[in-house]
């Protein structure tokens, strides 16, 4: 009797053995799985990669020729079928949740590529990555420019035999793709002579070659924005992807509950809402608030120069009140963050501010916000009021949702990720919505004093902005509305006025019409964070900690936020 009873257990620890070493076998097999499709996306977005600080593809652009399309889409369906295979009770939690993160990357790109296909209808797509294509290998630092500019030249020497591509795929697209795409060609052609020059300069004995080069890239750019004027346009919405596709996106991408017509309903009501805080808040500032300009002194010596140190001093600034009021914790091996003048080649493509953030997978890393340009001489009236911009700290707002503790902080957390899945996620409501719920949430905290009359109407301002974009993004995807009425509609929502106001809103919603879903991104975003946040409070009484809470959902990396429910421990 104990011989069975010790041969049963001898019996059952072998099989308990062998089980456990086959799921963590499959463990193991998951994670080289991971890895293996991250570089297959890669691979074939080599630009996109070159962004995120790979660089095993800087020589090349996005093949779209038909052999490489199948290919990819070959791939991208098998990994489908071998995700399927991987259950929940598999894999540990964590794993899961990066399971469906890998599968969410997954169902995008074979959907961009097969059902969307941009790539058949968008020339700005082929545009964009040209300049993207070498703007990015200049920014980074990972290499010396003796390097990196073998890597530039190739992506040149790649231009001609991109844009022949383009012409076979591409077909009646919407006028309004056409004029973006003329856009970014016609600061492409002048970007390409800059970036020549300059790697002539920095090696003269390759200066024929780099010249030939580059001239042929941009030949083939006045060549393809002739065809492009000649081609036959499709209808007016067709930059529209539809209301399947705009779902598919909202659910796949985002991991939301809720459809295109709801997404819509709630859009419109959101708008609404915040359009009545808005104006009754406006006409209270108007009443209360209107006490003309304060007495400044202006130094005589006041210059560009000061206005430059003033952008990042405040940078500083803010950096320091995060820390100081407890609202989120600052890593001492955070990068630095530049605020410069937007750079000459970038100009045409950026109007306004911006921030571009470091590769996460680059090793040297460093952030540059731009600004506007500003004169070399300012005369009385510009200094005038430069100065009194700066003496009522004007650039905090910017800052809040560019730098600190908005883009930059969110972006370098995520960077610093040491999980590869997790540092390759780029899900527009985690990083817009962040940064919008930033502007709100550091004005509660106190950064602009117990009240600001003017930049809480302009609080509620990007709100309400916000809201009308959500509203805009369904009905353009969904075809109920034209560009053209897309941009009379927010003119008129908003109140423009002015030719400048009017000129943003064609440009913005020009943009809108080739990036759908990333306009709800921003306040849908933000409410998804806003929501947890009150479900965590709710749950933990008097022991919340809004640091926690925002060190809590940063660490995770930039994955969409309806999937930090399950991982901070509440329920939607």
């Not at 913005?508 to 947890?532: D, F, N």
């Amino acid at each position: 009797m104990l011989h069975r009873i010790t041969t049963f257990i001898i019996l059952t620890t072998c099989l308990l053995f062998v089980s456990t070493a086959n799921v963590e076998a499959k463990k193991q097999t998951f994670e080289k799985l991971c890895l293996e499709i991250l570089e297959t996306i890669q691979s074939f977005y080599p630009v996109r990669s070159t962004e995120m600080g790979i660089h095993s593809y800087d020589h090349r652009l996005t093949d779209y020729s038909s052999s490489s399309i199948k290919e990819f889409v070959r791939k991208l369906k098998n990994y489908e079928k071998i995700l399927y295979r991987y259950k929940q009770s598999n894999l540990t939690e964590y794993q899961y949740i990066n399971k469906r993160l890998i599968k969410s990357n997954v169902d995008i790109a074979l959907h961009d590529i097969k059902q969307i296909a941009w790539y058949k209808k968008s020339p700005h797509l082929y545009a964009e990555e040209i300049v993207n294509g070498i703007y990015f290998l200049l920014l980074s630092s990972d290499a010396p420019l003796s390097e990196r500019s073998v890597s530039i030249v190739n992506r040149m020497k790649a231009v001609p035999r991109y844009l022949t591509v383009a012409r076979k795929n591409i077909k009646k697209p919407p006028q309004v793709f056409i004029d973006a795409a003329v856009e970014s060609l016609e600061s492409g052609m002048n970007f390409y002579q800059e970036v020549a020059a300059e790697l002539m300069k920095e090696s003269p004995e390759k200066a024929d070659n780099i010249l030939k080069v580059s001239t042929k890239a941009r030949e083939a750019m006045n060549d393809f924005m002739n065809w492009l004027s000649e081609i036959k346009v499709g209808p007016e919405t067709a930059f529209a992807i539809g209301k399947d596709n705009f779902d598919y996106k909202l659910s796949h991408e985002y991991f939301l509950d809720f459809d295109s017509d709801s997404l819509l309903v709630l859009g419109e009501r959101l708008l609404e809402e915040i359009q009545i805080v808005y104006d009754e808040y406006e006409q209270y500032v108007e009443e209360q608030h209107q006490n003309g300009q304060d007495s400044v002194f202006i130094p005589a010596c006041f210059s560009k120069g000061d206005i430059l140190d003033y952008y990042n001093w405040e940078t500083e600034q803010i950096k320091i009140f995060l820390q100081v009021n407890n609202i989120v914790t600052i890593p001492e091996n955070i990068a630095p963050v530049t605020v410069i003048e937007t750079p000459p080649f970038l100009r045409s493509m950026i109007s306004g501010i911006a921030y571009q953030p470091a590769a996460p997978f680059d090793t040297i890393q460093h952030g540059y916000f731009y600004v506007r340009p500003l004169p070399e001489e300012l005369d009385q009236k510009q200094l005038d009021g430069r100065f009194r911009y700066i003496h009522r700290r004007g650039f905090k707002g910017s800052v809040v949702h560019e730098a600190y503790p908005g883009h930059h902080l969110q972006l370098q957390l995520a960077g610093m990720h040491s999980d590869p899945v997790r540092k390759s996620q780029f899900n527009l409501m985690m990083i817009e919505g962040w940064a919008l719920y930033c502007e709100e949430m550091v004005y509660h905290a106190g950064l602009y004093g117990e009240e600001d009359p003017a930049r809480w109407l302009s609080i509620l301002g990007g709100i309400r902005f916000r809201a009308a974009r959500i509203v805009a993004d369904v009905r353009l995807h969904t075809g109920q509305l034209s560009y053209s009425g897309a941009v009379n509609w927010m003119i008129n929502t908003l109140d423009v006025t002015t030719d400048s106001g009017r000129e943003y809103i064609a440009k913005e919603v020009r943009r809108y019409t080739h990036s759908p879903t990333y306009q709800m991104a921003y306040l849908m975003g933000k409410r998804e964070i806003m929501r947890m946040r009150n479900e965590v409070m709710e749950k933990e009484g008097d022991n919340f900690s809004l640091k926690e809470f925002n060190n809590a959902i940063l660490a995770e990396g930039s994955i969409p936020p309806a999937l930090l429910w399950d991982i901070l421990g509440v329920e939607k």
